[in-house]
């Protein structure tokens, strides 16, 4: 890449304001190569100067008439992060935020990436809601100790004590003697430091005195997208480039025999074959040409991991054995039995697609003398991708050149490096740039689910109404993903056990919004309604009283319910519903009302009510963005979503048969309160999606005395339940 020169034998150590905060000067202008000081789509940074300006950090450069340019390390995928880790830098930096512009960071981890759990070396992967609660508190520092750097600069210059000086946005003061330096002024004339000494946390900022972070403000990312200018990698056009699609196996795992490439070679304007474990790549000068020729191929499958025979629906009559198997803690198996109530209740979830709006696609060009690369990618996770391109065409990753896209969309999808992977097997194949696409029917044919799975309930009450015994089996395909959520940290409840029970069936699975927070609450937050509705008592009050000991929790609650006067029933033909969450440490809650079309099934959801509480928000406006989304992607998928599988293939292949929710089935009202908090931020991302299944299950129980236990809600579920 353009700036690893620059980088390369530099210590760990001494790049700890990467992700400690720390800032590195250098004397003059650090020019490094163009590549770096243009945006993720290779056109030069505007910031009303000529002048190219000076890199003060590896995440801040000040340009001559005050514009500043900051790095951005996470994925921009439409959730905003973009904006918000600039707007944490610029806060502690004392920026004006009208001369602020944001690019996207070099996908190097080492430099820009954020270890999160302990594990140690950084990651710039861009998922579980984690980018802001994750780089907080390290730029912070690294705003804080810019203007340190500034301000000792400023003292040096005026010739008095830094403890005089003070900032302005973009000014450093010297309110004795009315003098003032830009910031402009002051990034030509720092010194070489080797450390910056860390801010301590009494000398940042007190939320009451932050001017960005907190406050509503626009997102950088959405002029672009607007006028048309923002370029994902789909609209990445590179000279000589070609163009390629994939004839992937049917049925996963199966290799593939082509049968007749000499005819197809032939083709006018087929550029190539690569054979591939998985399946045909078709390299052709046009990509009408590719689609065209596809249906060609006449391609021999050996069998496949998933068995030929595997059929989604029918399997779901195996999960209850699985989930009958004893368990062996004592404490729970005796507080089941000793309650003088006990419950027991069974939810099931099927395989749902990511669905994002940009298809899987990717431009790798593998150089002649076979030294170097380029790619250009819409990813969530660029620093691994620019390792398995690395891996494939057997270079170190520091000679590929990987620039960072926007992404059309991502949910967990792009997270991964398959796609990334198999355009670098085709460029390594004929060393020219590359443009592999996925059609929406290849990305789900072949794509990778959020699992499918069944949930098993049981609980016992005392003779007080109080939980003394919980177990939670979960059972299906798809392992570790289907865990998340599972746990009720905020639920006051003894003896628990909950555990995943796995089934391979050989269909790829992968994160999904949320991961297994969507159907994991939905079951639970059901058959909390289920208890309650059998103890008389309301659903509310009973969770309420679960969440005695975390009063945090219980006013997220208290406030949904204000939101949506609780105690006042509903219109006739309505009801109301209610459901609490946490995801990536964020508490939420929601209530929603909706009426059923009994004659066709459908169910008409009128009002959304949500509550959030995520410590400090760095851009309410945009949260409530983020909930509004998540809210209505996972009811999506609790009233549509679906993938099937018959004979071991997926049966939808599009968007007629893959049903997502339209426009006309947007809720009437949909409002998101955030708490004030100056607690850490926590994840919001995801936050919208786990509260509405339960919301929407325990209205229509309400609604009907019926419950829906099978996600999604389709008419005809709706249609037998009524029966």
């Not at 170190?396 to 620039?403: I, L, Q």
């Not at 628990?496 to 994991?520: C, F, L, M, S, Y």
Request: aromatic share 8%; with cysteine.
């Amino acid at each position: 890449m353009g700036n690893q020169g620059k980088f390369k034998g530099l210590s760990r150590r001494r790049f700890i304001g990467t992700i400690g905060g720390g800032v590195i000067f250098v004397v003059g202008a650090w020019k490094l190569a163009p590549d770096l000081f243009s945006d993720h789509q290779g056109t030069p940074v505007k910031t009303g100067s000529d002048f190219e300006g000076q890199n003060v950090s590896v995440w801040v450069q000040i340009h001559e008439d005050d514009w500043i340019t900051i790095y951005n390390p996470s994925s921009e995928m439409g959730q905003g992060s973009m904006t918000a880790l600039a707007v944490i830098i610029a806060e502690e930096l004392d920026a004006d935020w009208s001369k602020v512009t944001v690019v996207q960071s070099p996908a190097e981890p080492d430099i820009y990436g954020v270890g999160w759990g302990g594990r140690g070396r950084g990651s710039m992967i861009t998922v579980g809601s984690r980018t802001v609660m994750s780089y907080y508190t390290n730029l912070r520092q690294a705003g804080a100790q810019a203007r340190f750097v500034l301000l000792h600069t400023a003292a040096e210059r005026l010739g008095v004590p830094v403890n005089e000086l003070s900032t302005e946005p973009n000014k450093v003061i010297h309110k004795a003697s009315g003098r003032a330096m830009r910031y402009g002024e002051l990034a030509k004339l720092v010194k070489p430091m080797n450390t910056v000494p860390e801010i301590p946390q009494e000398q940042l900022k007190h939320p009451k005195d932050f001017r960005l972070i907190g406050k509503f403000g626009h997102r950088f990312d959405v002029p672009s997208k607007c006028d048309g200018s923002a370029q994902y990698a789909l609209d990445v056009q590179v000279p000589n480039m070609v163009y390629a699609i994939i004839a992937r196996s049917p049925v996963y795992g199966a290799k593939p025999r082509l049968t007749n490439a000499s005819q197809i070679r032939n083709t006018p304007g087929v550029v190539d074959i690569v054979e591939l474990n998985h399946g045909i790549g078709l390299i052709t000068e046009t990509i009408e040409l590719a689609i065209n020729t596809q249906p060609k191929l006449q391609i021999e499958w050996s069998k496949g991991n998933t068995a030929d025979n595997f059929n989604s629906v029918k399997a779901f009559e195996s999960y209850p054995e699985e989930a009958d198997k004893p368990i062996s803690n004592g404490d729970v198996i005796n507080a089941l039995k000793s309650g003088v109530k006990s419950y027991k209740s069974d939810y099931k979830n099927d395989f749902v697609y990511h669905a994002q709006q940009e298809p899987m696609n990717a431009i790798v060009s593998f150089s002649e003398d076979g030294k170097s690369a380029e790619a250009w990618v819409g990813t969530q996770a660029p620093g691994s991708n620019r390792s398995a391109i690395a891996n494939v065409l057997g270079i170190d990753a520091s000679k590929v050149n990987f620039h960072r896209t926007y992404v059309g969309g991502g949910f967990g999808r792009k997270a991964t490096s398959d796609w990334v992977t198999e355009a670098a097997h085709l460029a390594k194949a004929i060393r020219k740039p590359v443009k592999l696409l996925w059609t929406r029917e290849d990305d789900l044919k072949y794509g990778m689910f959020r699992p499918q799975s069944l949930q098993r309930m049981e609980a016992s009450v005392d003779s007080s109404n109080n939980i003394i015994g919980w177990k939670h089996i979960i059972v299906g395909t798809g392992d570790r993903l289907m865990g998340t959520g599972s746990a009720t940290p905020y639920y006051a409840i003894p003896n628990q056990h909950i555990e995943v029970r796995n089934i391979d069936h050989g269909v790829r699975t992968k994160h999904w919004r949320a991961v297994g927070h969507g159907p994991n609450k939905f079951a639970i937050e059901s058959f909390i309604d289920e208890i309650a509705t059998d103890l008389s008592m309301d659903p509310l009050d009973f969770r309420l009283n679960l969440m005695k000991e975390f009063p945090r929790a219980q006013k997220v609650l208290k406030t949904v319910a204000e939101m949506a006067d609780w105690n006042t029933p509903s219109p006739a033909g309505m009801a109301k519903g209610i459901a609490f969450a946490e995801r990536s440490g964020s508490l939420s809650a929601c209530v929603c009302e909706l009426a059923v079309d009994r004659s066709n099934g459908r169910i008409i959801v009128h009002k959304i009510w949500a509550t959030l509480d995520a410590g400090i928000v760095v851009q309410p406006d945009n949260a409530i963005a983020q909930m509004e989304g998540g809210i209505l992607m996972g009811m999506s998928s609790v009233l549509k979503e679906r993938v099937t599988f018959v004979d071991g293939m997926v049966e939808q292949s599009n968007f007629d048969d893959y049903q997502i929710l339209r426009a006309d089935e947007i809720p009437d009202v949909l409002e998101v309160k955030i708490i004030d908090s100056e607690e850490r931020p926590t994840g919001i991302g995801e936050s919208g999606v786990p509260i509405i299944g339960g919301a929407i299950a325990n209205a229509f129980a309400t609604l009907t005395g019926k419950r829906l236990k099978h996600i999604p809600f389709t008419p005809d579920k709706v249609k037998s339940a009524l029966a």
